[in-house]
């Protein structure tokens, strides 16, 4: 079992989607990230920032499931980063009707001691100097550090974030940013310009058509579980790449026959995530549940041609 | 080695595409099918219809690939159906230049007497009465009969394809579509309304994004193949359904886990088709190539967790 470390955001979110609107609730992805790890037993770490606003209720909610928050800092007289989005009736598209960085606006990322010797390191959604700053941070180098990021950051911070991808092991990214990031349209070309910058594996998220793996020599594909309801999308790629951080820390096997299985899990967490609002499903879920849908996409996923 | 009747168009194609364009190329769904499910060295003939300038050559060529013509009308005194379309830089959109009907204005298939005890039939992208009349002439009721068909149908004969989709085992048809038949944006509530119209089989084709089969208890995902060049996409769900129904007419065995296999083969074939211009490519595939890219189908979906 690797000690794994996440930074990310813990934020409040208000969301409407054709089935219905929520007011301020849990979100931010330090939070789908490690509610996701923590299916898998594993030993979290969240690092992050939140105002006095933020309800005690939730930080115990995370620490009942396993996740240490001594790294998310209260800072008492500031609000927490609150973002607002609408939902177009096809749930794959949205927009984006509030963002209000408040205490994310001059976060300052500190790895509690703890957990600079943790194995694995997620460094979520954020400028390239916040993730690049965390990995400094760390005394023992981590044997896989994995970093999301966003068109946003490519538009605004390029040199930054090409910087920190020389010191990043896996990449997770959306199709449109693989094309942003390399110039390529063809994912396959996408994927070997990125190798070249440093990441030796490429995650690509494709949201409702899957994730693909891509290793220098090889690749592999999760498909999303078709599902009949998508109640609320918010956070399923957060939930991905924890419940692929989550299981290459658990099984300590990071080669890329195991990455496979990762996606897979990823892919699977993520099915559940979009089934209620917010955290709401990934707070209840049992292991029980999870088992039963990889039973579901092994038989979406394999056959057995005698050829 | 069941008997294979396809009913579609052979045409003259002119394709650009960011890589080139050709002049007038053989194309057309029957041929695009004929080719792939030749492949599987299954006995099929194609019922269409070309006009006077349609070279022998084409047909002879065709019939070197063991595909017999006898069910293509040839009018002496009309011109052959022709196509133009231009492809988008991301080869996933394109414009049509040009559609001349020609011939196909008043097509009325005709299936050669020794294709009326077909086992297998696929009906072709064409207007639901002329799909129907072909049903009409079987004098034996074949074994599976799969349909493709496309939005302008819905749109200008619904109630004819309503009439025929009821004789139907295996729909064929892209995700929008399936949308637009059902009026469900999931998938899987899209594929459940489709089966209450009568074929058992939804495949939905997802271009780049694969291809989804559902049955009234099942769904199986058939990825496309990560390609680092695409060079022309004309004919790919034309060749993908080929290789559905020549790989089913080869092993006779039209079961759920059958067509896994065969969805597998299809998305295997077509992702051949897409490397060349026209038929180009599929005139050329050894089966050693095909098996080849099985075991990187294999590779790209299989895998073996241990939980």
């Known amino acids: 079992m690797s000690k794994l470390l996440a930074v990310g955001t813990v934020a409040f979110d208000a969301i409407e989607t054709p089935f219905g609107k929520t007011d301020k609730i849990l979100g931010g992805s330090g939070t789908f990230v490690g509610l ?47 973002w607002s989005g609408k939902y ?29 010797n943790s194995k694995i390191v997620m460094l979520g959604n954020l400028h390239p100097l916040t993730q690049a700053s965390v990995l400094d941070q760390m005394t023992e180098t981590p044997k896989l550090v994995v970093l999301d990021t966003m068109n946003f950051w490519m538009d605004i911070a390029l ?20 094309r942003q990031l390399s110039g390529e349209y063809s994912l396959v070309n996408a994927a070997k310009k990125i190798h070249a910058m ?26 999303a579980l078709p599902l009949a309801e998508v109640f609320d999308p918010t956070g399923a790629g957060d939930t ?28 699977n967490l993520a099915s559940f995530c979009v089934e209620k609002f917010g955290t709401q499903r990934m707070e209840e879920l049992k292991n029980g549940e999870v088992e039963e849908r990889l039973r579901a996409f092994k038989e979406l996923t394999q056959f057995d041609i005698v050829s």
């Open 88 to 116: 177009h009736n096809d749930m794959n598209s949205r927009d984006t009707l509030i963002t209000e960085l408040n205490v994310l606006e001059h976060f300052k990322p500190i790895v509690p001691e703890a957990y600079k």
């Open 240 to 267: 991905f790449a924890g419940g692929f951080c989550g299981y290459l820390a658990k099984t300590e096997n990071i080669s890329f026959e195991n990455m496979k299985n990762a996606i897979i899990y990823g892919s």
């Open 159 to 178: 040199d930054d974030l090409h910087q920190v991808l020389k010191r990043v092991d896996v990449i997770t990214i959306n199709d449109e940013e693989a």
């Open 36 to 82: 996701a790890a923590s299916k898998f037993g594993v030993n979290i770490g969240i690092v992050s920032v939140v105002g006095g606003d933020f309800p005690q209720s939730y930080l115990d909610m995370m620490n009942d499931n396993g996740i240490n928050t001594d790294g998310i800092e209260i800072i008492k007289e500031g609000k927490t980063f609150f």
């Open 198 to 223: 440093g990441p030796k594996y490429v995650v690509i998220k494709k949201g409702e058509h899957g994730a693909l793996l891509f290793s220098e020599s090889g690749m592999f594909y999760a498909p």
